[in-house]
């Protein structure tokens, strides 16, 4: 029988009285990073957001039309006051409590899981106003409705007051006055009146019904109103003024339509050479994109396609992409949702899978209508694509001249894991770090031998974090991985040398899979930052679990996917579910389908911002202490415990 000898100092034993139950709003302030993003000032300001979209859910819906926000004298409280139907006040008989006291102290509750006081919102988990609450050291309630004006307060998420009935009202509303709690933000934490004013901006063009005025008391000046009757035709041209494009036709493509999902898109092409989409899912802003973005990207490119097939424009001599549709495109998405599956309570990104085929399936006809009614227009786009197009062949012509040479001419140094694709372009070219040989293997026979080019990595590479550049290099997967880039490292980084426009790391969707990944973007942002900063690096996203139901085939990232795809199945559908253990499970033509082919595939570009050097030296350093309080927030309380750090 095998023995495991006992650290000395560890703690003994392990049993019922080492369990801890976190009650009423106890998790959130031991774990604040898991339900606002982090404690910084992004993480102050979204205490603002969660309060302010409730009071949009109510203009959404129809029950108000005015919302007023007030930023105390010393920018650490504010107000936030809607004329909508008022949060109910009346007893709930299962706790004995107000129903206002039940949504301010407890995590999901609200009305938001179903019945008929929300067609859509912003919010679904039933967190966001008892998060605000558990994170303030004073909030105060107001509440008119029922024929009185109430109130009742409340600190670090118990209540400080019964609630009272102050005076008779025939009003209806909300008001909630809160102060962010400085032992769990900075005390230098303040609200930031620029951020507010383009919070409430967007807010006021995305929703034309609605006039929000915003009053800064410590700058004495009169209420600023924010209200845009014109909505959407309003905002584009203020977008275009900030990102200084010039349109390329006069009037834009506008689609607006009520039925479910009830959705608004604008959008033009322009001069310019990126494509920028901004996207909001139920009011919020969607900034890392997601199922409703990719169901606009798909229509465009087929609109387009169809319109050039229709009217002949094909260009000789030159193959249009899709990226040479999109580029210089510039847009706004607004789409209601019954119950959207944002990606963490801090909404980024939308991640409904049947999203995209609603919104293409609702987008392209009316685009590919509105290019035959505007020929004019429609021939000004087929021009900018094909310049696109011609300049995208010419800029891979010069590439093959120039950059790949050197390449080219150090094929002989290239490590002999590596699976090099045929292409001489980097533009074209792509590279695919992989864990393992036997997923590797998979990998090389479902790439696009063309275009695709594999090197598996044997074991956890080194962290670089603290190492020197010498020491880095002395590791075999490391030294690997900068022989097949061939453009150097740290001082002698050089971009123009690039054999590949994308690398994507391919792991596993496990734990181990998530340590490697992080391992090798810490040796991107600390030795090569240029290659990140620049784009060119992507994590995959291969599907955990594979879901056949009738002669349907469904792939999902996690569980709470799965469960989406398996509660919309019909009742007499038996679906059979298989789950992945690693990428050497797939065969070659899942894998190609899920993870490779362009087409299908869904990844992340990674992106880095200032802060993020510091984030990492945090987590990967040698100083263990602010790895060890990232833990304490972000992990369960008993995983935590059980951690040896």
């Not at 789409?335 to 990606?343: G, H, K, L, V």
């Not at 894991?417 to 293997?441: H, M, Q, R, W, Y």
């Not at 085939?553 to 992945?580: H, I, Q």
Request: proline share 5%; charged share 30%.
């Amino acid at each position: 029988m095998a023995t495991r000898k006992k650290k000395t100092g560890a703690k003994k034993g392990y049993d019922a009285e080492d369990i801890q139950v976190l009650e009423g709003l106890e998790p959130v302030r031991r774990r604040p990073g898991m339900y606002i993003g982090g404690t910084d000032i992004h993480g102050y300001h979204h205490l603002l957001r969660e309060i302010l979209d409730n009071s949009v859910d109510e203009v959404i819906n129809g029950h108000a039309s005015e919302i007023d926000v007030e930023l105390d004298e010393d920018q650490r409280g504010v107000t936030i006051r809607d004329d909508g139907r008022g949060i109910p006040v009346a007893k709930m008989r299962k706790v004995g409590k107000p129903a206002v006291e039940v949504i301010l102290t407890t995590l999901h509750a609200g009305g938001k899981f179903g019945g008929d006081g929300y067609d859509v919102s912003g919010g679904l988990h039933g967190v966001g106003s008892s998060v605000v609450n558990a994170l303030s050291e004073a909030l105060t309630v107001w509440v008119e409705r029922d024929g009185g004006q109430w109130r009742q307060s409340f600190s670090r998420g118990k209540s400080t007051s019964k609630l009272e009935k102050l005076s008779r009202s025939k009003g209806h509303g909300t008001a909630i006055h809160f102060r962010p709690d400085p032992e769990i933000f900075s005390k230098q934490a303040r609200f930031d009146p620029n951020r507010i004013r383009e919070l409430l901006e967007s807010k006021a063009y995305l929703h034309p019904a609605v006039t929000l005025r915003f009053t800064d008391r410590a700058s004495g000046v009169e209420p600023e109103v924010f209200h845009h009757p014109q909505g959407l035709k309003e905002f584009l041209p203020r977008v275009l003024k900030d990102l200084d494009k010039r349109p390329i036709h006069a009037e834009p493509f506008h689609l607006e339509r009520e039925d479910y999902p009830r959705t608004q898109l604008i959008l033009a092409w322009t001069e310019g050479t990126q494509e920028n989409l901004l996207s909001f899912a139920n009011g919020v802003r969607t900034r890392d994109g997601g199922s409703h973005e990719n169901g606009v990207k798909a229509a465009l490119v087929k609109a387009v396609r169809a319109y050039m097939a229709a009217k002949k424009r094909q260009p000789k001599g030159v193959t249009i992409t899709a990226e040479d549709i999109r580029e210089g495109v510039v847009g706004i998405l607004s789409t209601y949702i019954r119950e959207p599956q944002f990606q963490g309570q801090t909404k980024g990104r939308l991640n409904n899978p049947e999203a995209q085929s609603q919104i293409e399936n609702m987008v392209r006809p009316a685009l590919e209508q509105w290019l035959l009614n505007n020929g004019s227009v429609a021939d000004q786009i087929c021009d900018r694509v094909e310049l696109a197009a011609r300049a995208r062949e010419a800029s891979r012509a010069a590439a093959q001249q120039v950059t790949r040479k050197s390449a080219v001419s150090h094929r002989l140094n290239l490590p002999g894991k590596l699976a090099d694709c045929s292409s001489t372009n980097p533009k074209d070219s792509e590279l695919f770090i992989v864990e393992g040989d036997s997923a590797g293997g998979s990998a090389k026979s479902a790439r696009d031998r063309k275009t695709q080019a594999i090197l598996p990595l044997r074991g956890k590479v080194l962290n670089t974090m603290q190492a020197s550049l010498a020491k880095v290099l002395e590791n075999k997967e490391i030294g690997n991985i900068v022989s097949a880039l061939g453009c150097g490292i740290g001082p002698k980084l050089d971009l123009s040398r690039l054999r590949y426009d994308r690398v994507f790391l391919l792991m596993d969707a496990d734990s181990d899979g998530a340590h490697i990944a992080t391992l090798l973007l810490t040796f991107f942002v600390r030795h090569m930052p240029e290659l990140v900063k620049n784009g060119h690096v992507y994590l995959c996203q291969p599907p955990l679990f594979r879901i056949d139901a009738a002669k349907e085939t469904y792939w999902t990232l996690d569980e709470a996917e799965r469960d989406s795809v398996l509660s919309r199945l019909g009742k007499g559908v038996k679906p059979r579910v298989s789950r992945f253990k690693g990428l050497g499970e797939m065969d070659a033509r899942d894998l190609k389908a899920t993870t490779l082919d362009p087409k299908q595939r869904r990844a992340l570009q990674v992106v880095v911002d200032d802060d993020t050097p510091d984030t990492m030296q945090a987590l990967m350093g040698k100083d263990p202490a602010p790895r060890f309080r990232f833990i304490m927030e972000h992990a369960s309380a008993a995983d935590a415990e059980a951690l040896d750090v």
